[in-house]
C-alpha cells in the first residue's frame, strides 16, 4: 500500500502564532490563563492546554483577574473592550486573515453598503464578522440562499476565510443579477485554497483519501467536500482510533490531507496506525498461504492412501531440540523427518502463543526432541554468527533461526555487529517458519517491543523517568525510540516553547510518560513534566537554603532597565539598579555584564510573592559613614556637576557621595536654571554648608566657594604687598557693587594743565 500525504498539513500559520500565544502566556504571564470559547477547532489541542491549567471560559464577565486569550476564529469587537474595561489583561490570537475579512465588513457596513457574508451562520468566525457590521450583515450559504434575497441597492460581499471559491462565485453571480452595485473584498485564505486545491488532485490519484481534522473544524470538512467532488472514496476521522481495517482491503493507494487546526502529531499517528494495519494484513495473508499449502499437501496425502486414516494434525510449526550432549546435526539412525505442523495464530504477544508441545523419543524417531515453536512466541536464543545482514541464532532446535537487521531494532540497523555479538543470549520473537528449508524467521524487535511495552505500562503507572534518545524531528514535534516509537510534542520539548526542535535529534531526553494506549500502538511523552519537576525541586532547595543578610553567588541572566535578574541555582533574584553601586549608574550594564559570576547580599525574601531582593553595593563599605569627618561644614571641595533639576544641580564629590548646589548658591547674581551657570561634567570647586549622614544629604554652595576664594586671593595679595605703598582703591576696588564698582574699574582720566579761571 502506498500512501502520499498532502504537502501542505498540519497547522497553519493563524492556528500556529495562537496556540504559540498560549504557550507564551503560560511560560511568562502572571496569574490564571483563560480563553474564550475554543482557542482553535481541535479538541484534542484544547484538552492538553486544559490540562496544563489553561481555562476555558464563554464571556469576559467569568474572568476574575489574569490573561484572557482571544480563539484565533474571532470575537465581536464589544468582547475585547469589555475584558480590557474589567482591568483584565487581553491577548487577541485572532487570525490576521479573519480580522482582515473583520474590518473589510466593518468599512463596507459604514460606507452604506448591505454586507452579505458568504459562509456558515452558526460558525464562530462567521458571528464574529457579522458583529463588526453592527449586527446588520446577511449570511448566506451558496447561491440558492443567495438568490432568495431582495437586496436591489448597493451590496458588499465578504467571506468566511475557509470557503470554497466557486461557492463565492455563485453568489456573487446571483447577488450581481439583482443589485446594482456589488462590491466584493478577497477574505479567502491562501493557504486553505492551495490545501483544498492540492487535495483534490490527490483525491483524483488515489483508491482511498483520508482526511484527519475535528468534525467542528470548517476547514477540515471542506477538504472532505473537495475530495468528494474529485471522485474519491473519502474517510473523514479525527484520531487512529477510528481507522478501519476494512476500508484497505483491496486498497494500494492512500491519500492523506489534514486540515489546519490539526496536530502534527494526530497525523503522525494516523500513518503509524495504517502501517500497522498493513503489517497485520501482509502477516494474516502470510498466515493463510502457509495453510493453504500445508493443506494441499495433506489431500495429496489422503488420495494416494497413504494416512487415509491419520486424525488432522495441530496447526502448530515443528522444529527438532537437540537433546543434551549431541552436537548439532548428529542423530542416532537416520530416520524419516517429524512432520511439520502448521502455524495457526498470528503474531502478537507471547502471552496469547501455543504452548511449547514435546514428545519424548521412541521407536523409529529421531534421538532429538521435536519442539512446537508457535507464532509470535517470545524465546531465548544466542547468537553462533554474524553473515551479511543476516544474524543466525541458535534456539535449540536442529536448523538455527534467522534474524534479518530489519528486524534487530526498531531503528535502521547497517551493520548487525553494532546491535549484536557472536555469543550474545537475546530475547528473540518467532515470526514464522519457511516452507522450503525450515528455517525459523525471528525478530528481535518485535520481542524488545513486547518487553517495551510492559516496561512502559510501569513507568505511565508509576509516573517513573525513562530516557528517550530522539531519532527524528517530525510536524509538531519529536521522534523518540523507547523500545517501541514515541512522540514528544513541541509543547513538551523544554519548560517553554522551542521554535527550533532539529538541535534535539541525537540527545537522548528524561521523559515521563503521559499518555499510553498499547492497543493503538500510541506512547506520548514529556520532557517538560521532568523539567518542571526538578526545577520545582531545586527552587524549594534554594528557598530553604536562603535568608536576609546572608551572602549568595549567582549567575547575571537578564538585563533590564531598572535592574539585572541573577539566577541563584533555579530561583531568580532582582539585583536593582539602586542597589548596583554606591554611585549613581544609568543602567545596569555599566556594573554587570549577562553571563558574569556575582556574589550579592540578600536583602530581602517575600516567600509568599517568591520575590528575591538583592544588594552587590552592600559588599562595600558605605562613604557615608566617614562623610562627617571628610567634609565636615566649611570644607572646600572639587566636584563633578553629575545632573540637573529646576531646583539646582547636585555634585559628585566622590563615587556614591552627591551634594545638591541650590539655585540661590550658583552665583551671587539672579540664577533662574541651572544650566545658565553649569552644564553636565563641569569640575566645580563647592563649599559644604551643612549635611546629615544619617539622611544622606549634603547641602554645597558655588557661590560661597568662590566668594572663599577671591577672599583668600585677596589676603594673599594684601601679604604680598605688605610695606609697600598701596591706595583704598587698588585695594578693594573689585570689591565695590553698584556704581561705585563700576567706576572704580575705570581707568583715571588723564592730568592736564589746570584751566585758568574767569577772575
Same mark, same amino acid.
Given at each position: 500500500?502506498?500512501?502520499?500525504?498532502?504537502?501542505?498539513?498540519?497547522?497553519?500559520?493563524?492556528?500556529?502564532?495562537?496556540?504559540?500565544?498560549?504557550?507564551?502566556?503560560?511560560?511568562?504571564?502572571?496569574?490564571?490563563?483563560?480563553?474564550?470559547?475554543?482557542?482553535?477547532?481541535?479538541?484534542?489541542?484544547?484538552?492538553?492546554?486544559?490540562?496544563?491549567?489553561?481555562?476555558?471560559?464563554?464571556?469576559?464577565?467569568?474572568?476574575?483577574?489574569?490573561?484572557?486569550?482571544?480563539?484565533?476564529?474571532?470575537?465581536?469587537?464589544?468582547?475585547?473592550?469589555?475584558?480590557?474595561?474589567?482591568?483584565?489583561?487581553?491577548?487577541?490570537?485572532?487570525?490576521?486573515?479573519?480580522?482582515?475579512?473583520?474590518?473589510?465588513?466593518?468599512?463596507?457596513?459604514?460606507?452604506?453598503?448591505?454586507?452579505?457574508?458568504?459562509?456558515?451562520?452558526?460558525?464562530?468566525?462567521?458571528?464574529?464578522?457579522?458583529?463588526?457590521?453592527?449586527?446588520?450583515?446577511?449570511?448566506?450559504?451558496?447561491?440558492?440562499?443567495?438568490?432568495?434575497?431582495?437586496?436591489?441597492?448597493?451590496?458588499?460581499?465578504?467571506?468566511?476565510?475557509?470557503?470554497?471559491?466557486?461557492?463565492?462565485?455563485?453568489?456573487?453571480?446571483?447577488?450581481?443579477?439583482?443589485?446594482?452595485?456589488?462590491?466584493?473584498?478577497?477574505?479567502?485564505?491562501?493557504?486553505?485554497?492551495?490545501?483544498? &486545491?492540492?487535495?483534490?488532485?490527490?483525491?483524483?490519484?488515489?483508491?482511498?483519501?483520508?482526511? +484527519?481534522?475535528?468534525?467542528?473544524?470548517?476547514?477540515?470538512?471542506?477538504?472532505?467536500?473537495?475530495?468528494?467532488?474529485?471522485?474519491?472514496?473519502?474517510?473523514?476521522?479525527?484520531?487512529?482510533?477510528?481507522?478501519?481495517?476494512?476500508?484497505?482491503?483491496?486498497?494500494?493507494?492512500?491519500?492523506?490531507?489534514?486540515?489546519?487546526?490539526?496536530?502534527?502529531?494526530?497525523?503522525?499517528?494516523?500513518?503509524?496506525?495504517?502501517?500497522?494495519?498493513?503489517?497485520?494484513?501482509?502477516?494474516?495473508?502470510?498466515?493463510?498461504?502457509?495453510?493453504?499449502?500445508?493443506?494441499?499437501?495433506?489431500?495429496?496425502?489422503?488420495?494416494?492412501?497413504?494416512?487415509?486414516?491419520?486424525?488432522?494434525?495441530?496447526?502448530?510449526?515443528?522444529?527438532?531440540?537437540?537433546?543434551?550432549?549431541?552436537?548439532?546435526?548428529?542423530? &542416532?539412525?537416520?530416520?524419516?523427518?517429524?512432520?511439520?505442523?502448521?502455524?495457526?495464530?498470528?503474531?502478537?504477544?507471547?502471552?496469547?502463543?501455543?504452548?511449547?508441545?514435546?514428545?519424548?523419543?521412541?521407536?523409529?524417531?529421531?534421538?532429538?526432541?521435536?519442539?512446537?515453536?508457535?507464532?509470535?512466541?517470545?524465546?531465548?536464543?544466542? +547468537?553462533?554468527?554474524?553473515?551479511?545482514?543476516?544474524?543466525?541464532?541458535?534456539?535449540?532446535?536442529?536448523?538455527?533461526?534467522?534474524?534479518?537487521?530489519?528486524?534487530?531494532?526498531?531503528?535502521?540497523?547497517?551493520?548487525?555487529?553494532?546491535?549484536?555479538?557472536?555469543?550474545?543470549?537475546?530475547?528473540?520473537?518467532?515470526?514464522?517458519?519457511?516452507?522450503?528449508?525450515?528455517? +525459523?524467521?525471528?525478530?528481535?524487535?518485535?520481542?524488545?517491543?513486547?518487553?517495551?511495552?510492559?516496561?512502559?505500562?510501569?513507568?505511565?503507572?508509576?509516573?517513573?523517568?525513562?530516557?528517550?534518545?530522539?531519532?527524528?524531528?517530525?510536524?509538531?514535534?519529536?521522534?523518540?525510540?523507547?523500545?517501541?516509537?514515541?512522540?514528544?510534542?513541541?509543547?513538551? +520539548?523544554?519548560?517553554?516553547?522551542?521554535?527550533?526542535?532539529?538541535?534535539?535529534?541525537?540527545?537522548?531526553?528524561?521523559?515521563?510518560?503521559?499518555?499510553?494506549?498499547?492497543?493503538?500502538?500510541?506512547?506520548?511523552?514529556?520532557?517538560?513534566?521532568?523539567?518542571?519537576?526538578? &526545577?520545582?525541586?531545586?527552587?524549594?532547595?534554594?528557598?530553604?537554603?536562603?535568608?536576609?543578610?546572608?551572602?549568595?553567588?549567582?549567575?547575571?541572566?537578564?538585563?533590564?532597565?531598572?535592574?539585572?535578574?541573577?539566577?541563584?541555582?533555579?530561583?531568580?533574584?532582582?539585583?536593582?539598579?539602586?542597589?548596583?553601586?554606591?554611585?549613581?549608574?544609568?543602567?545596569?550594564?555599566?556594573?554587570?555584564?549577562?553571563?558574569?559570576?556575582?556574589?550579592?547580599?540578600?536583602?530581602?525574601?517575600?516567600?509568599?510573592?517568591?520575590?528575591?531582593?538583592?544588594?552587590?553595593?552592600?559588599?562595600?563599605?558605605?562613604?557615608?559613614?566617614?562623610?562627617?569627618?571628610?567634609?565636615?561644614?566649611?570644607?572646600?571641595?572639587?566636584?563633578?556637576?553629575?545632573?540637573?533639576?529646576?531646583?539646582?544641580?547636585?555634585?559628585?564629590?566622590?563615587?556614591?557621595?552627591?551634594?545638591?548646589?541650590?539655585?540661590?548658591?550658583?552665583?551671587?547674581?539672579?540664577?533662574?536654571?541651572?544650566?545658565?551657570?553649569?552644564?553636565?561634567?563641569?569640575?566645580?570647586?563647592?563649599?559644604?554648608?551643612?549635611?546629615?549622614?544619617?539622611?544622606?544629604?549634603?547641602?554645597?554652595?558655588?557661590?560661597?566657594?568662590?566668594?572663599?576664594?577671591?577672599?583668600?586671593?585677596?589676603?594673599?595679595?594684601?601679604?604680598?604687598?605688605?610695606?609697600?605703598?598701596?591706595?583704598?582703591?587698588?585695594?578693594?576696588?573689585?570689591?565695590?557693587?553698584?556704581?561705585?564698582?563700576?567706576?572704580?574699574?575705570?581707568?583715571?582720566?588723564?592730568?592736564?594743565?589746570?584751566?585758568? &579761571?574767569?577772575?
Amino acid at each position: 500500500m502506498r500512501i502520499t500525504v498532502a504537502r501542505e498539513t498540519g497547522f497553519c500559520l493563524g492556528v500556529r502564532l495562537a496556540v504559540d500565544a498560549v504557550e507564551q502566556a503560560l511560560s511568562s504571564a502572571p496569574g490564571p490563563i483563560h480563553v474564550l470559547g475554543s482557542l482553535i477547532h481541535n479538541q484534542r489541542v484544547v484538552r492538553d492546554l486544559e490540562e496544563r491549567g489553561v481555562r476555558l471560559v464563554s464571556d469576559p464577565s467569568q474572568v476574575a483577574g489574569g490573561t484572557l486569550v482571544l480563539p484565533s476564529h474571532g470575537v465581536p469587537p464589544e468582547t475585547a473592550a469589555a475584558a480590557q474595561a474589567r482591568g483584565i489583561r487581553v491577548i487577541d490570537a485572532t487570525c490576521s486573515l479573519v480580522r482582515r475579512a473583520q474590518v473589510a465588513a466593518r468599512d463596507l457596513a459604514a460606507q452604506g453598503y448591505q454586507v452579505v457574508i458568504v459562509g456558515d451562520p452558526g460558525h464562530a468566525e462567521v458571528v464574529a464578522v457579522a458583529a463588526w457590521t453592527g449586527g446588520r450583515a446577511v449570511v448566506v450559504g451558496n447561491g440558492a440562499e443567495a438568490a432568495l434575497l431582495s437586496i436591489r441597492g448597493r451590496v458588499g460581499v465578504v467571506a468566511q476565510t475557509t470557503q470554497r471559491p466557486e461557492v463565492v462565485e455563485e453568489v456573487v453571480t446571483e447577488l450581481k443579477a439583482a443589485a446594482e452595485d456589488v462590491k466584493v473584498e478577497d477574505t479567502l485564505c491562501p493557504t486553505t485554497r492551495r490545501r483544498q &486545491q492540492e487535495a483534490h488532485d490527490l483525491a483524483k490519484k488515489v483508491d482511498l483519501m483520508l482526511v +484527519v481534522g475535528g468534525r467542528e473544524s470548517a476547514n477540515t470538512r471542506r477538504l472532505a467536500e473537495v475530495a468528494v467532488q474529485a471522485g474519491a472514496r473519502v474517510r473523514h476521522i479525527e484520531n487512529r482510533n477510528q481507522l478501519d481495517p476494512r476500508w484497505f482491503v483491496g486498497v494500494e493507494t492512500v491519500g492523506v490531507t489534514a486540515g489546519a487546526s490539526t496536530p502534527d502529531r494526530a497525523i503522525e499517528e494516523v500513518l503509524a496506525g495504517m502501517k500497522d494495519i498493513e503489517e497485520a494484513a501482509a502477516e494474516r495473508a502470510e498466515s493463510e498461504n502457509t495453510e493453504g499449502a500445508e493443506a494441499g499437501r495433506e489431500e495429496a496425502g489422503a488420495d494416494s492412501g497413504n494416512d487415509a486414516a491419520r486424525p488432522a494434525e495441530p496447526e502448530k510449526k515443528t522444529v527438532r531440540r537437540r537433546a543434551p550432549g549431541k552436537k548439532k546435526g548428529e542423530t &542416532q539412525a537416520p530416520t524419516e523427518p517429524a512432520p511439520q505442523e502448521i502455524p495457526g495464530e498470528a503474531v502478537g504477544d507471547a502471552a496469547g502463543a501455543a504452548p511449547e508441545a514435546q514428545t519424548a523419543p521412541g521407536p523409529g524417531m529421531p534421538e532429538d526432541e521435536p519442539v512446537t515453536l508457535a507464532r509470535g512466541e517470545v524465546i531465548q536464543g544466542r +547468537v553462533v554468527a554474524i553473515e551479511g545482514g543476516d544474524v543466525l541464532v541458535d534456539i535449540g532446535g536442529k536448523s538455527e533461526g534467522v534474524l534479518p537487521a530489519s528486524e534487530l531494532s526498531g531503528r535502521p540497523v547497517v551493520d548487525p555487529g553494532t546491535v549484536v555479538a557472536v555469543g550474545d543470549e537475546i530475547t528473540v520473537c518467532v515470526l514464522g517458519v519457511d516452507e522450503k528449508d525450515g528455517t +525459523v524467521r525471528l525478530s528481535k524487535r518485535r520481542a524488545d517491543a513486547v518487553a517495551a511495552w510492559d516496561r512502559l505500562q510501569e513507568a505511565c503507572a508509576a509516573g517513573s523517568v525513562i530516557e528517550a534518545p530522539v531519532t527524528a524531528q517530525v510536524k509538531g514535534g519529536l521522534i523518540a525510540d523507547v523500545g517501541v516509537r514515541g512522540f514528544i510534542p513541541a509543547s513538551h +520539548v523544554g519548560r517553554s516553547f522551542v521554535r527550533d526542535l532539529k538541535p534535539y535529534v541525537g540527545q537522548t531526553l528524561r521523559v515521563r510518560v503521559i499518555e499510553l494506549d498499547r492497543d493503538e500502538r500510541r506512547v506520548i511523552l514529556s520532557e517538560r513534566s521532568v523539567l518542571e519537576e526538578e &526545577q520545582a525541586g531545586r527552587e524549594e532547595e534554594v528557598w530553604d537554603s536562603l535568608e536576609e543578610g546572608r551572602l549568595v553567588t549567582g549567575t547575571v541572566k537578564r538585563l533590564a532597565d531598572f535592574g539585572a535578574f541573577v539566577d541563584l541555582g533555579g530561583v531568580d533574584g532582582l539585583l536593582h539598579v539602586s542597589e548596583l553601586s554606591w554611585k549613581r549608574v544609568g543602567h545596569p550594564r555599566e556594573v554587570v555584564q549577562e553571563g558574569q559570576s556575582v556574589q550579592c547580599k540578600v536583602l530581602k525574601l517575600d516567600r509568599e510573592r517568591r520575590r528575591i531582593s538583592l544588594g552587590l553595593k552592600q559588599l562595600e563599605a558605605d562613604p557615608w559613614e566617614s562623610i562627617e569627618s571628610k567634609y565636615p561644614p566649611g570644607t572646600l571641595v572639587d566636584g563633578k556637576v553629575v545632573s540637573l533639576a529646576s531646583f539646582g544641580a547636585f555634585v559628585e564629590l566622590e563615587p556614591g557621595v552627591e551634594g545638591l548646589v541650590h539655585l540661590s548658591q550658583l552665583s551671587d547674581r539672579r540664577v533662574e536654571r541651572a544650566d545658565q551657570v553649569v552644564k553636565v561634567d563641569d569640575r566645580v570647586r563647592v563649599k559644604v554648608l551643612k549635611l546629615s549622614a544619617r539622611q544622606k544629604r549634603l547641602s554645597l554652595s558655588l557661590k560661597e566657594a568662590e566668594q572663599d576664594a577671591e577672599r583668600a586671593t585677596l589676603r594673599k595679595y594684601m601679604a604680598e604687598q605688605e610695606g609697600s605703598r598701596v591706595t583704598l582703591g587698588e585695594v578693594f576696588g573689585d570689591l565695590f557693587t553698584g556704581k561705585e564698582k563700576s567706576d572704580a574699574g575705570q581707568p583715571e582720566p588723564a592730568k592736564t594743565e589746570e584751566e585758568p &579761571q574767569e577772575g
